[in-house]
T-cell receptor, first 116, second 114 residues
Framework: SQTIHQWPATLVQPVGSPLSLECTVE??????LYWYRQAAGRGLQLLFY??????ISSEVPQNLSASRPQDRQFILSSKKLLLSDSGFYLC???????????????FGEGSRLTVL | ELKVEQNPLFLSMQEGKNYTIYCNYS?????LYWYRQDPGKSLESLFV?????AVKQEGRLMASLDTKARLSTLHITAAVHDLSATYFC??????????????FGTGTRLQVTL
């Protein structure tokens, strides 16, 4: 079966510090990968998605970047954090191939980032 | 810009009662999803609705999709405390054969009281 892991689970960082959140998927190949952010008490916002190694699509201009160095690894980064970067970051995957393709996303456990 | 609106935003209901959560969206789509989120936790997939008229049921929850009205409902039957959570609907606007692009609703926080 497929599993998705995110780390760290919780992070407290000062303004201006760098960020690296990692996500890996096991039990599947060639997944589509996604980063979402959930601000406190809010809905989810799609930040980035990737359909393959090195292929990143950005949905919202911001202080963050994403990379996919390996097929099942997705990384969210920032060079200098802002207060507004605080939130709950969720990595998700969906099957790229296969029938039927439902478009359903499967989420990791999330990384809670507090920027002080 | 796609808008996905849920109502109510907050619902307090007694155990044993029935209620419906509504999800309206502003663009054409025939793929809609319902997720559950417990406090401080991630999202758990509940239902995948892929065509007009689709109806799915699991336990005390039943979801339906009317693509012509751009409306999905999540019906709760005889609520129990364990159903207390936040429920999100999400609409996929991606073209067929491309990566999913889910836009989430604002969420409905459900509190079931004893």
């Amino acid at each position: 079966s497929q599993t998705i892991h995110q780390w760290p689970a919780t992070l407290v960082q000062p303004v201006g510090s760098p960020l690296s959140l990692e996500c890996t998927v096991e039990g599947t190949s060639n997944p589509n990968l996604y980063w979402y952010r959930q601000a406190a008490g809010r809905g989810l916002q799609l930040l980035f998605y990737s359909v393959g190694i090195g292929q990143i699509s950005s949905e919202v201009p911001q202080n963050l970047s994403a990379s996919r160095p390996q097929d099942r690894q997705f990384i969210l980064s920032s060079k200098k954090l802002l207060l507004s970067d605080s939130g709950f970051y969720l990595c998700a995957w969906s099957p790229r191939y296969g029938t039927p393709r439902t478009g359903e996303l499967f989420f990791g456990e999330g990384s809670r980032l507090t920027v002080l | 810009e796609l808008k996905v609106e849920q109502n109510p935003l907050f619902l307090s209901m007694q155990e044993g009662k029935n209620y419906t959560i509504y999800c309206n969206y502003s663009t054409t789509s025939d793929r809609l999803y319902w997720y559950r989120q417990d406090p401080g936790k991630s999202l758990e997939s509940l239902f995948v609705l892929l065509s007009n008229g689709a109806v799915k049921q699991e336990g005390r929850l039943m979801a339906s999709l009317d693509t012509k009205a751009r409306l999905s409902t999540l019906h709760i039957t005889a609520a129990v405390h364990d159903l207390s959570a936040t429920y999100f609907c999400a609409v996929d606007t991606a073209k067929t054969g491309t990566a999913s692009k889910l836009t989430f609703g604002t969420g409905t926080r459900l509190q079931v009281t004893l």
